[in-house]
């Protein structure tokens, strides 16, 4: 089972007191775990992520975020009328397509300019081969290539077929990038991906020891950063940094280099990559209202 959700991290710390039915002002200090029905509702949607798989009952919902039985039934019950929940089989419940939908809207225009970054990482390792991984936006636990910047390089030449794309590195078991987002996932989905097999075009240097790749993601969490030795494809090393949204994973940057030119990773090459990422978690941070500005 995750870690259990708390309404304090669904509240702003700085949220205002009110005032309660008595009409006095309660005493500064931090609000009551899930003391309005908003927050209580937030934490049921945070429960669905946390869990993962497909359906949840309210049991294991209100396990997890610490609500009541009954008060986590009346909220999945109100969220199937306002189309936020739906009733999958008796007993289990799941978020609405419609829950997607409103991510993909919150993502609009965010990664404007990534190219920009992406050329620039180019520019600052010698003409590495830069690749922008997201989640992949249909399942949490596998990577889509999104953007890359590689110059005038034709990938074919270089071994990179369109099956290395599609099945090799799409795995979050194999690669920089991959370890990188898979370091980040809930554990839910770090243990689906363990399930899986090693894709059999990886290469040499992937990891197959599940302990191993476990130590590995510690690793990549400790130091902000993955390097990849030969694990996608034999002759090519790699350095990857995570893109973290609001405090959430949302994917990599990867810089990938032969082998004979970059046998290990040099402080340069792993200082850009991080910096790259960072930028573009900045893309996705949250900016204030023109009327707070």
């Given amino acids: 089972m995750g870690r259990r959700i708390t309404a304090a991290q669904s509240t702003a710390p700085d949220a205002a007191p009110h005032a309660g039915r008595s009409g006095n002002t309660p005493s500064t200090g931090s609000r009551t775990s899930g003391s309005s029905h908003a927050e209580r509702v937030f934490l049921v949607q945070a429960a669905f992520a946390e869990l993962g798989g497909s359906a949840h009952g309210p049991g294991e919902i209100a396990e997890v975020t610490g609500l009541d039985d009954s008060v986590v039934y009346r909220i999945l019950q109100s969220g199937i009328y306002q189309r936020i929940f739906e009733r999958v089989d008796r007993g289990l419940y799941r978020l609405r397509t419609s829950a997607a939908q409103l991510a993909f809207t919150a993502l609009d225009h965010r990664l404007d300019g990534a190219q920009t970054v992406l050329r620039e990482l180019r520019a600052a390792t010698a003409n590495g081969l830069v690749f922008l991984y997201m989640v992949a936006p249909f399942s949490g636990a596998q990577r889509q290539c999104v953007d890359m910047a590689v110059g005038d390089s034709d990938l074919a030449e270089l071994g990179m077929t369109p099956r290395d794309v599609l099945s090799v590195t799409r795995s979050l078991r194999t690669g920089a990038s991959g370890r990188t987002i898979l370091a980040y996932l809930p554990a839910v989905l770090q243990q689906r991906v363990l399930a899986e097999p090693v894709p059999e075009q990886a290469g040499p240097g992937v990891y197959r020891d599940n302990d191993a790749l476990l130590a590995s993601l510690a690793e990549v969490r400790d130091l902000g950063y ?68």
């Fill in 226 to 293: 993955a390097l990849g030795y030969e694990e996608c494809m034999a002759g090519w090393n790699s350095c990857a940094a995570p893109i973290m949204w609001d405090g959430s994973i949302m994917g990599a940057v990867l810089l990938l280099k032969l082998k004979s030119v970059m046998p290990v990773a040099p402080d340069s090459v792993i200082e850009a990559t991080k910096e790259a990422a960072a930028e573009l978690s900045r893309y996705g941070a949250a900016r204030p209202a023109a009327d707070d500005a």
